[in-house]
């Protein structure tokens, strides 16, 4: 409980946020890399999150107290990993990045970034962001209401 | 402070709501942040409906029961007011994503909002009361 | 109509006899006023008492502001400010009651 508990669980909310949107801007940037310095195209980004405290939270409308749900506070990012999605193949063979030989030659693997999926993630971050920002607001506005408790007398 | 006064029981249901909306604007902050984390389920606070069925349970019992034993079990017993607490409750059944993560952000923002102007409004009364009580000391 | 004489009465109680057995009361037995029955103590003690409670709410008031003070994360902002009014009015409430003692007493020592 306490005062300042909700902005903390916001604030972690807003940062693994922005973390998000900023590996979003980056897939967008690299949709046409094809040579990257660990070779071969770029491979599309994401984040991986989850809850902040580790506690296993169980199902039973049972149970003893210690094991009752606690309040949660807020997410955090457990990594950034590379997506294992095919490849892109486009028919390009003037392209110096082209493949050689083998069934696929005359053909450069483009990255396999889709810019109307990343767009559309990125308006959803957007709101999560948001609404987060929105909640720290509430909290706000909570704290001054009860210091008005007694103000007038 | 006065005791056995309709003032004492109104103040510790402001009091008590107070904490309530506490709690619940931490969690709700919480469902939110984790709006996007898989596998998470949205976790809930009553309190209000168990704090009503209490001080309906107050009100005469509207089936009188005749027992013919001490020992045999009332049909209404009154429940303390006092007694209820805020209860924290996990949603596991519902799904909203393939990724079995059930926040749904539209109702979390109108809960919230809700939620503060109900603690406002609590507060708001505090004020009043304690107002009041300062007007018959005056003089 | 009988007048009670003065040794039927002690202090307030007046002692009552029924003079038929269908009389309601009981024979030779005194009857107490309400006053008696009700005795719950000294006026001083109670005051003492009241007093005291007065200062554990100034006390709860002070703890809470403390724990702002120190350790914000382990206290809600509406109990403190509460705390803080509650104490106030008891304040209020313990020196509007002293003022009027006060000239209750002064009334009382200056009558002729």
């Known amino acids: ?153 | 402070m006065f005791i056995d006064s309709s003032l004492t029981k109104t103040q510790y249901l402001l009091e008590k709501g107070l904490d309530v909306c506490l709690i619940r604007q931490e969690v709700i902050a919480d469902n939110i942040a984790n709006v996007d984390t898989p596998h998470f389920k949205r976790m809930d606070v009553t309190f209000e409906s168990q704090l009503a069925r209490a001080l309906e349970s107050e009100k005469n019992p509207r089936f009188p029961v005749y027992l013919t034993n001490p020992k045999h079990i009332d049909f209404f017993k009154p429940l303390d007011y006092r007694t209820v607490e805020p209860k924290l409750q996990i949603e596991h059944d519902t799904n909203y994503r393939n990724d079995k993560n059930n926040v749904d952000i539209e109702k979390e923002i109108a809960d919230s909002i809700k939620n503060t102007m109900r603690y406002r409004a609590m507060a708001q009364r505090v004020d009043d009361n304690f107002k009041m009580m300062h007007l018959a000391l005056q003089g | 109509m009988e007048i009670f004489k003065s040794w039927d009465v002690i202090g307030d109680a007046v002692i009552q006899r029924a003079t038929h057995p269908r009389h309601f009361g009981i024979i030779d037995k005194p009857v107490v006023s309400d006053g008696r029955k009700n005795f719950i103590g000294e006026f001083g003690d109670i005051l003492n008492k009241q007093i005291s409670k007065v200062n554990e709410i100034q006390l709860t008031s002070d703890e809470l502001t403390q724990k702002l003070a120190v350790t914000p994360n382990e206290v809600n902002i509406h109990d403190v400010m509460i705390a803080a009014e509650k104490a106030q009015l008891a304040l209020n409430f313990t020196r509007t009651i002293r003022d009027k003692l006060i000239t209750a007493y002064q009334t009382l020592i200056n009558l002729r």
């Open chain 1, 1 to 153: 409980m306490g005062m300042f508990l909700s902005i903390d669980t916001s604030a972690s909310g807003l940062s693994a946020f922005r973390l998000k949107m900023d590996v979003v801007a980056n897939n967008i940037a690299n949709v046409n890399t094809t040579r990257t310095p660990e070779g071969g195209p770029y491979k599309r980004q994401r984040v991986v999150f989850a809850p902040r405290d580790t506690k296993v939270r169980f199902k039973s409308p049972f149970l003893p107290n210690v094991l009752k749900p606690v309040i949660g506070t807020g997410v955090r990012v457990l990594r950034v990993e590379k997506d294992d999605a095919p490849f892109r193949l486009v028919w390009d063979p003037t392209h110096p990045d082209a493949i050689k030989s083998g069934p696929k030659a005359g053909y450069v693997e483009m990255p396999n970034v889709n810019v109307v999926t990343e767009m559309t993630d990125m308006i959803a971050i957007s709101r999560s962001y948001e609404a987060n920002a929105m909640m720290i607001e509430h909290s706000k506005s909570i704290f001054n209401t009860a210091l008005q408790i007694g103000r007038s007398t």
